[in-house]
Structure formats: structure tokens, C-alpha cells
């Protein structure tokens, strides 16, 4: 997770080509022209043992002659020749370099990354196509022509669609930030330039083409702090796939399919489109409509063709079309003809003067329930086009944020386009690609909304962890992997998930009937075999039986046909279960499974014997919360079932999202789970219960925290202290906490505030808030120190956070008291806890600025070791502390104090 040196990658002020050529068609040659012909300020040189002049510039043999240190060398080489040079690119000082040569073999390629690696010298490549920066006029690439200025960054791990979406974009007149092509990324990844591109002003939108992702956890947080900061959108190759393979359970079966993909971006709050041309059209729309929070769309049409078009398209989408209201209607019944539709959308009629399109684009704006307006044109021979766009872009400019423009046709709509994209209004070719845009928007939100949730606390209470790896030891230790069901079921207990009582016995008769007298009548009866997965296949499950006979006759029948499906089958015993009736309840699928690249996974959809072929299932990456788990279930169509239909009330929904829940944390806890199945899950009013569940373990432990994309909440840093004589808890903050932390920021006094962050305004946005409460706990922590209050809730009485930089050299930290506690040891408690904490995670230093004035601040702070770093630039009336922690390479950041 490196940012180091990519300054002199993406903007150096002097670039070296070693293997420098003048053969035509060469790379070398290519490039050097390039480089030579972009406009690029600095000074550009050539290596080559096999020539003194290049072009009329003089050539040096190896880096050592050089008049001066290149900040980025661009490698042409012979693959033998890479490693050793770089180590000698290194030794001389130089600190980025492309490497575009291919063939590397894997020796070569480590030994080119050991060469490096003293140096801190970023790799990009091997086999890549280079990178453009168009404000500086570089262009360290082979690529066929250059880029023009913009602000889009575009990062792809394809060189052949970098050159195919340079002649694309140059086309239309679009431009970039930066073009990446990483090539085999064995050094420079998605991860680090996504950290780079958040933070640079030069760039408003990233676009990535993504075919693979190494470093999930990396992959993940960069994405993540990305997205918050501006879009990231995503195509990502490989949609398709080959089908989903068999496998034992039906979780399992997702185990590298490309819904995990999805679920990876949702949840990072990017935006996934299928094409490059989407790319830009979800850029445009997002930097003209990202404002825009209506999920609903009204169009206005001078052509009835039209706006069907785009109506139909909206219905494909799944986009809300707004009913005008009374009062609309009525107004628009004062501009428009008789004769016009009275319905969205709006149909002006096609001999539609200029003031009728202005009267009725200014009726539907002044309107916000009207959403976002499609303004749908096609020409006409009874006024031009261009006076339509004179007379509408006024209202539509000051509102852009609300209008989408879609001019039909070409040559005679071509100015009126140009008038409205002057004025800053989104354009669109098609009816089709509004209505397109319009639903990215929509993903896009939501998925941002992921983001900035504050979930309630769970309500499954303390799972039985001993009980659950009490049964885990059991089956490892006697060489099976799959639990049988009495087993799972012992697990999904006493980790919070209802289950239906179950005994297992012997397989005869006899035994099933005495069970199922214990039990109680009516009861349902299932093979327990570790070679059968699916039971009711081999015919292995009877249910709703009511008495002994019934119990009776089903186990003797139900022993005979398995035996005569699967003869190879040991048999046992027979699994007594009692049998639940629940009339009114949806059957459901809850899963989990390990993705070979992002870890574990969860699913939930709609369950029962027929799972495949309804094929209504959605997935999610752990960890989940109420509110996570709310959203994974909305993506499915059994959803609808659970809120309620006819004489069927609303299933306790609640309970359905703590059983996800629950099974998010059993993947934290229970590291050895690999693949895990409850069908059906049981869902109705009363709350829900696992009829089935299918488990597998694995001794090597492919779960845990550690293998999670997202670090889940590291619930074992809390850390229960006594103070001034009463009980007291350090731990890290969480999402559930955004009610309790708002509450101990309105404790604090005025000044208070502003002698931390600088400012003194009390009042927070949500979605500030929000960023305090959820933290990425791979990048940053806080802590903060609990104690229950009057009313016996618990309240915070003091934070600390420290926010790594993605290098982890250096961690900017913050701390503040409530102000009525200051002055009792509080803040020195915190201090040493974020201390201890950063020196574990590897952080070289601590930084923090702080106040000249904040005298309380700057004691507190000297008696725990830190002093003034003289040598940093900070505000005149402020002072940067630094605290260095003994401990090897490793580190974090310093970007401004973070907010209470």
C-alpha cells in the first residue's frame, strides 16, 4: 500500500529512455519520439550503448553518464538486461521507472522488484504501454497519439484499449488527467494509484479497467477512500465467465464468480458500467448530476415516439417515471395545448413554439417532486433548434444538476447540442442513453449510501464460541470437513441463529420413532450421511409425520431407497427434527462461501429445493450490520414476499438481517468455516428459524478476520481499564455509534472544538459524522473511552484517532476530552492507547498539529514523549508535534487534523 515516488512517475520534471532507438516501428523509437514531440518541459534522455547521437541529442552508454538524475527512467530493454538495470537506475538516484519491456520471466520480474526495492524505486510494468500526463505535455508511452487535457483519470491493465480508448476520447473531444497503463502490475497496482488520484487536483473522475485485483484488502481501502472523495467508475472484464461450476453446497458454487466482483465494487462505492463508452457517459453524468438527489425521472418530449422510447427504456431500468400532481397538472394545463398528454411524459405536441418549451421546462423545474427533467428534442421545420436552446439553456444552466439533454438527430440539432453543453447540461445521443445515465446515477448514489450508513447495535447477543469450536474440533479431528446437520445446527446455535430442535439416531426405525416422541409430534426425518449433500435427491427427507406409524413406516422406506440410490453411502443415522408450521413463512437461503480473491462472502435469496432454478440470490461482502444486511436483502425479489402481501403480514425483518449478521461474525470467529449453507431459513412475522443447514471446515482456516477485504470491526482492542475508581472501556469506534458520538460533540464547549479542529462550528453533516463513526480499521483507528452514563446507557467521554498515510510512515493523530472532563488523566489514557496501538501496527511516527495557544495540548503532549518537528511547515500560529516509534520500516500520514 505505497504512494512513495509516484510523483516521479505520474509527474516527473526529467525522464531517461534506456534503449532509446532510431530503428523504425522499434519501442524504443516510439517512444523516445514521443516523449520528445508532446510538448514536455523537462529534459528528456537517451540511453543506448549503440549510439552517441539520437535525432541530433546526444546518447550516453549507461545511467552512471547521465549530466543529471532523471526522476523517471522508461525501460526498452531486452528482458535479461531489466534487472540489472534497475538496480543500476537505482543506485543512481532515480526513484520511478515504466518498464515496457515483455517476456519477463518470473525470475526476471523478482529480480527486477529486489533491485528496486533498496531505492524505493516504483516499478510500472513490466509489459506495459507507459502512462500520459496531457497538463505536462509527457507522453511516456508507444501509444499511436497522445491524449488531450482533461480531468479524467483513466487506469487500465489493457494497453491495447488505453490506444483504443485514446482514438475514442480524442474523437469526442475528451480528455484526461492522467492514462495508466499498468501492464502486469508487479509493483505499481489499482491500490496505489487510486490512493495517488484521490488526492490530486488535477483529476475529477477515475475510470478503471479492471481484469483482475491482487491485494484485495489493499484493492479495497483505496477504493473506498477514493470514492469518497470523487468517482471511481469501473469496467471490469469478465462478466460473462464460463457458468458457475458445481459444487456441494450452493454458496460454494459462487466461490470466483463474477457477482463477487460486483459485491466488491457496490461496497467500495464505486460505480461498475459494461463498456468503455458507458465509462464516460456514467463521468459525464456524474460531474453534471451527482447533486441530484431524486431516484425519479420526468420527461419532456415535443414527439410522442420519442418519449415512448424513452418510457420503455426507464421500465427496462427499473426508473421511476414521477406522476405529475394536481397542482402540476394544472399549471401545465395553463402553457400546453388541450390535445397534450396530461401524463409523464410530457408531450408538448411537435408544433411546439419556443415559449411553450421554456414555459414548460420552467413549470416542471420549479417543481423539485418532478425529479430530474429528460429534455427530449426532435427537429421540426416550424422552429430551429438552436432558438429552442437559446431561449431554455437560462433555466436549464441554473439548474444543471436537474437536467438531462437529449437533442434527436444530427447536422440540424448539431448547435443546439453545443448551446446546452456550453451551458453545462449533460448530453446524450439516444433517449436509451439518458434513461442509462439516469440509472447509473441511481447505483451510484445507493451505492455511495453504503457509505454513510449508521446501523442500530446487534441484537443477537454473545454467541457460544466454545460450544461452536468445541464441534469444529470434533469433526477435524476425526478427518471430515462436513458437518452433518445435527452438527451445523449445533454450530448456527450458539452462534445466534434459531434453529429447529433436532436429535440424531441410530438408523433404524425404532430409534427415530422414540426421538421422535422426545421431541414431540409433528416431526421430520433426514438421512445423516457425510457422503450425501443434498438429501431429498436420494430421497432422504419426510416430513410433517404425526405419529409413531407414520414415523415409523417413513424411516423403514425412506433407509430402503437411500440404500438402493446410493449403495456407496454409509448411512449414519437419521436425523429426528421438529417439524415447523408456519404457514405463512418465505423460505429463505442464507450462505457463505471464500472467494479465491476476496475472501469470504455472503449470500442471501430465496431458498427451498428449487434455489438454482429460481436463481433469486444477491451477495455481499462481510462484515454486515443491520443496515448492510438490509440493503443485501433489498437486491433480491424475495423481498417484496418478506414486506407483505394480501393475508401474508410483513416477515420480522429484523431477525432475517441479525441471521446474516450473525453469520458475518461466525466467519470472523470461526476462521476454519469454508463453505456454509442454511436452506431453508424460515422467515415470517414471528421471527425466523433454520430448518437445514449444511457446513464445511477447513484445518487451514481459509475464513477469519484476516482474510476479510474489509477489516471487520477488531472488537479484541478493547480494552476495559479502571478510572478515578470506576470501571471504564478503550475500544475502537464503530458505525452504531454515530447517535453516542454526536451526543459527546454537543458536550463540548465552543473553544474546545476550536482548539482542535481549528474552527468552531458545532454543527456536523451527516455525512461528516458518518466519516468519524466509519472507519476504514486497515488505515485508521479511534478509540474512544466509554463508560455507562446515568440512565445507564453508555456514553463517550473522549477520543483518539490516528490516520495512516498509505505508506504508514507517518500517522496524523488527534485526541479531545469532554470538556468537562479535562484535566483528570483522560487525555494521557488516550494517548498512550493510540501510541501503542500504531507502534503494533508498524507506524514510524506520530504527527499532530496543534494550536501554539492549546497550552493543555502541548503538556499533555510533552509528557508523552513527543516534541516540536521544527523542520515541517505548518501555520504560523501552530506547531507540528512528532512522536518516532522504535520500530522497523512501516508507517502513516499527516493531512490535516481529522475531526472529533
Known amino acids: 500500500m505505497s504512494i512513495r515516488n509516484l510523483d516521479h512517475l505520474l509527474a516527473p520534471r526529467s525522464v531517461a529512455v534506456f534503449g532509446a532507438s532510431a530503428r523504425v516501428g522499434s519501442v524504443g523509437a516510439t517512444v523516445w519520439r514521443n516523449l520528445r ?42 528482458p535479461a538486461s531489466v534487472p540489472g538495470l534497475i538496480a543500476d537506475i537505482g543506485s543512481f538516484g532515480t526513484r520511478a521507472a515504466i518498464v515496457m519491456t515483455a517476456g519477463l520471466s518470473a525470475p526476471q520480474r523478482q529480480a527486477a522488484l529486489a533491485a528496486a526495492r533498496p531505492h524505493l524505486l516504483r516499478l510500472l510494468g513490466p509489459n506495459c504501454l507507459g502512462l500520459m ?30 490506444t483504443a480508448m485514446l482514438d475514442w476520447a480524442k474523437s469526442r473531444a475528451i480528455g484526461f488527467s492522467h492514462m495508466v497503463s499498468l501492464g502486469e502490475h508487479a509493483d505499481v497496482d489499482f491500490g496505489d494509484l487510486l490512493d495517488y488520484l484521490a488526492s490530486d487536483p488535477a483529476t475529477r473522475a477515475i475510470l478503471l479497467y479492471i481484469e483482475s485485483v491482487t491485494a484485495p484488502r489493499k484493492f479495497m481501502s483505496a477504493a473506498r477512500a477514493a470514492a469518497r472523495n470523487k468517482p471511481v467508475i469501473v469496467v471490469k472484464a469478465g462478466r460473462a465467465g464460463h457458468g458457475v461450476q458445481a459444487a456441494a453446497s450452493h454458496t460454494g458454487a459462487l466461490a470466483g464468480s463474477d457477482i463477487v466482483v460486483d459485491a466488491a465494487i457496490r461496497r467500495a462505492g464505486m460505480l461498475r458500467v459494461d463498456t468503455l463508452q458507458e465509462l464516460f457517459m456514467a463521468a459525464q453524468t456524474l460531474a453534471r448530476l451527482r447533486d441530484n438527489r431524486s431516484e425519479g425521472l420526468t420527461i419532456m418530449t415535443n414527439g410522442g415516439g420519442g418519449g415512448v422510447m424513452a418510457a420503455d ?107 446546452f453543453r456550453a451551458g453545462g447540461i449533460a448530453d446524450y445521443a439516444t433517449p436509451e442513453d439518458a434513461v442509462r445515465a439516469f440509472s447509473m446515477l441511481v447505483t451510484y448514489r445507493r451505492n455511495q449510501e453504503l457509505l454513510l450508513e449508521a446501523p442500530a447495535a446487534g441484537h443477537n447477543g454473545a454467541p457460544d464460541l466454545d460450544a461452536a469450536r468445541a464441534v469444529i474440533r470434533t469433526v477435524l479431528g476425526a478427518g471430515r470437513e462436513w458437518l452433518n446437520e445435527p452438527e451445523a445446527k449445533a454450530v448456527l446455535q450458539a452462534c445466534g441463529v434459531p434453529v429447529a430442535r433436532t436429535r440424531v439416531t ?53 433407509l430402503q431407497r437411500v440404500q438402493a440410490e446410493r449403495p456407496d453411502a454409509p448411512i449414519e443415522g437419521i436425523a429426528v427434527q421438529q417439524f415447523v408450521e408456519r404457514a405463512m413463512a418465505q423460505e429463505l437461503i442464507v450462505g457463505a462461501s471464500i472467494d479465491a480473491t476476496f475472501g469470504p462472502v455472503l449470500l442471501f435469496g430465496q431458498g427451498g429445493t428449487a434455489v438454482e432454478v429460481i436463481g433469486d440470490r444477491a451477495v455481499a461482502l462481510p462484515p454486515l450490520n443491520r443496515v448492510l444486511a438490509a440493503e443485501l436483502v433489498s437486491r433480491t425479489r424475495v423481498a417484496k414476499l418478506l414486506a407483505g402481501y394480501r393475508d401474508h403480514p410483513p416477515a420480522h425483518l429484523d431477525a432475517v438481517y441479525d441471521a446474516l449478521a450473525a453469520v458475518s461474525q461466525m466467519l470472523v470467529d470461526l476462521p476454519e468455516l469454508a463453505e456454509l449453507d442454511i436452506n431453508p431459513l424460515l422467515a415470517d412475522a414471528q421471527g425466523v428459524i433454520a430448518l437445514d443447514a449444511r457446513i464445511r471446515v477447513r484445518a487451514d ?25 470506576a470501571p471504564l472501556l478503550l475500544r475502537p469506534i464503530r458505525p452504531e455509534d454515530e447517535a453516542q458520538h454526536l451526543a459527546f460533540i454537543e458536550r463540548l464547549d465552543a473553544e474546545d472544538i476550536r482548539m482542535r479542529v481549528f474552527y468552531s462550528r458545532r454543527e456536523l453533516p451527516r455525512s461528516e459524522l458518518a466519516r468519524l463513526t466509519q472507519i476504514d480499521y486497515a488505515r485508521e483507528m479511534a478509540f474512544i473511552a466509554e463508560r455507562a452514563g446515568a440512565d445507564g446507557r453508555p456514553e463517550t467521554l473522549g477520543t483518539v484517532r490516528a490516520i495512516a498515510d498509505p505508506d504508514n510512515v507517518e500517522a496524523e493523530f488527534a485526541v479531545i476530552v469532554r470538556s468537562d472532563l479535562k484535566g483528570q488523566g483522560l487525555g494521557h489514557l488516550l494517548l498512550d492507547k493510540i501510541v501503542r496501538y500504531a507502534r503494533g501496527q508498524g507506524t514510524r511516527a506520530l504527527v499532530g498539529v496543534v494550536l501554539r495557544e492549546n497550552k493543555a495540548m502541548l503538556a499533555l503532549a510533552h509528557e508523552c514523549g513527543f516534541t516540536v518537528d521544527a523542520g515541517k511547515p505548518v501555520e504560523p500560529d501552530a506547531v507540528q508535534l512528532i512522536l518516532p516509534l522504535a520500530v522497523p520500516d512501516g508507517g502513516a500520514q499527516g493531512a490535516g487534523a481529522p475531526a472529533p
Open 506 to 558: 441410530p438408523p433404524n426405525p425404532n430409534a427415530a420413532v422414540a426421538a421422535a416422541r422426545e421431541i414431540g409430534y409433528p416431526v421430520v426425518l433426514k438421512i445423516v450421511s457425510p457422503a450425501i449433500t443434498h438429501k431429498s435427491d436420494v430421497g432422504g427427507v419426510r416430513l410433517n409425520l404425526r405419529d409413531e406409524a407414520a414415523v415409523r413406516e417413513a424411516a423403514q422406506s425412506m
Open 133 to 162: 500526463t496531457p497538463r505536462l505535455g509527457l507522453n511516456a508511452s508507444f501509444a499511436h497519439t497522445d491524449a488531450l487535457v482533461g480531468e479524467l483519470a483513466f487506469v487500465s491493465q489493457s494497453g491495447a484499449l488505453v
Open 313 to 419: 427504456a426507464a421500465a427496462r431500468a427499473g426508473v421511476t417515471l414521477f406522476d405529475p400532481d394536481a397542482a402540476l397538472l394544472a399549471q401545465l394545463d395553463g402553457v400546453l395545448p388541450p390535445t397534450w398528454s396530461r401524463a409523464n411524459p410530457i408531450d408538448i405536441i411537435g408544433d411546439a413554439p419556443v415559449e411553450r418549451y421554456a414555459a414548460t421546462l420552467a413549470a416542471l423545474l420549479a417543481r423539485p417532486d418532478s425529479g430530474a427533467v429528460l429534455f427530449l428534442h426532435a427537429p421540426t421545420a416550424i422552429v430551429a433548434s438552436a432558438d429552442i436552446a437559446r431561449a431554455c439553456v437560462p433555466l436549464a444552466s441554473a439548474a444543471a444538476h436537474r437536467v438531462m439533454g437529449c437533442w434527436l438527430g444530427d447536422a440540424a440539432v448539431e448547435q443546439a447540442r453545443g448551446i
Open 701 to 725: 482456516a481459509p475464513a477469519g478476520a484476516e482474510r476479510f477485504a474489509i477489516r471487520p470491526y477488531p472488537a479484541q482492542l478493547s480494552e476495559p481499564i479502571v478510572w478515578r475508581g
Open 37 to 78: 514531440s508532446g510538448g514536455f518541459k523537462g529534459p528528456v534522455y537517451a540511453v543506448n550503448p549503440k549510439h552517441t547521437r539520437l535525432d541530433g541529442e546526444p546518447v550516453v552508454a549507461r545511467a552512471a553518464d547521465l549530466p543529471a538524475v532523471p526522476d523517471l527512467a522508461v525501460v526498452c530493454t531486452p
